[in-house]
């Protein structure tokens, strides 16, 4: 069955690190890749998308990267803050027989002062 | 420009007992989705419309009702409900398929008891 796996440990690091968040993927083949950052009790809120034929896109303080062949993206977060500290979720859609998106579990970060 | 706008926000129900989660939007969508985030669970899609009167079975749809009458809403009921059915529901928009960022909204906690 399709599985998309993020690590279930939060992810703890220091004020102006870079954050690298993990999204692995099975059994799809995914036209395009979403990132969503979730705060508690809110909706998650998109931040990008990454297409099948795109290895890397940037925006702002974030980049994610997309490997087809190893079925797998990176998230970064460059000059981490406080204030980005929060759940990211990736998602994967676009697979054949469907326009479906389906997410992972997400990630939690916490960046200390 | 509000987005989406899910009601309620919050709802007890007793076991056996029926109700209507209500997804308004203001972006001209044609695209709504309903998800369930169940806690270390990924969001999963219950139903969805591509486009005003239309509606689809997503992954988890038993137990569940959709209707898309007018293009802004996209109701969800539950007939009977079940203390499986506790969950924080999402409803979410898209422009066509999901090579857009889905839009979402705040999101509504069930408890059924």
């Known amino acids: 069955s399709q599985k998309i796996e993020q690590n279930s440990e939060a992810l703890n690091i220091q004020e102006g690190k870079t954050a690298t968040l993990t999204c692995n993927y099975t059994?799809?083949?995914?036209?395009?890749l979403q990132w969503y950052r979730q705060d508690p009790g809110r909706g998650p809120v998109f931040l990008l998308l990454?297409?099948?034929?795109?290895k890397e896109k940037r925006k702002e303080r974030l980049k994610v990267t997309f490997d087809t062949t190893l079925k797998q993206s990176l998230f970064h977060i460059t000059a981490s803050q406080p204030a980005d500290s929060a759940t990211y979720l990736c998602?994967?859609?676009?697979?054949?027989?469907?326009?479906?998106?389906?997410f992972g579990a997400g990630t939690r970060l916490f960046v200390k002062a | 420009n509000a987005g989406v706008t899910q009601t309620p926000k919050f709802r007890v129900l007793k076991t056996g007992q029926s109700m209507t989660l209500l997804c308004a939007q203001d972006?001209?969508?044609?695209?709504m989705y309903w998800y369930r985030q169940d806690p270390g669970m990924g969001l999963r899609l219950i139903h969805y419309?591509?486009?005003?009167?239309?509606?689809a079975k997503g992954e988890v749809p038993d137990g569940y009702n959709v209707s898309r009458l007018k293009k802004q809403n996209f109701l969800l009921g539950l007939e009977s409900a079940a203390p499986s059915q506790t969950s924080v529901y999402f409803c979410?928009?898209?422009?066509?398929?999901?090579?857009?960022?889905?839009?979402f909204g705040s999101g509504t906690r069930l408890t059924v008891v």
């Open positions: 979410a928009s898209s422009p066509s398929t999901g090579n857009y960022g889905y839009t």
């Open positions: 059994n799809y083949s995914p036209a395009y």
């Open positions: 990454i297409r099948e034929n795109e």
């Open positions: 998602a994967l859609g676009g697979d054949t027989g469907g326009f479906k998106t389906i």
């Open positions: 972006m001209n969508h044609e695209y």
């Open positions: 419309s591509v486009g005003e009167g239309t509606t």
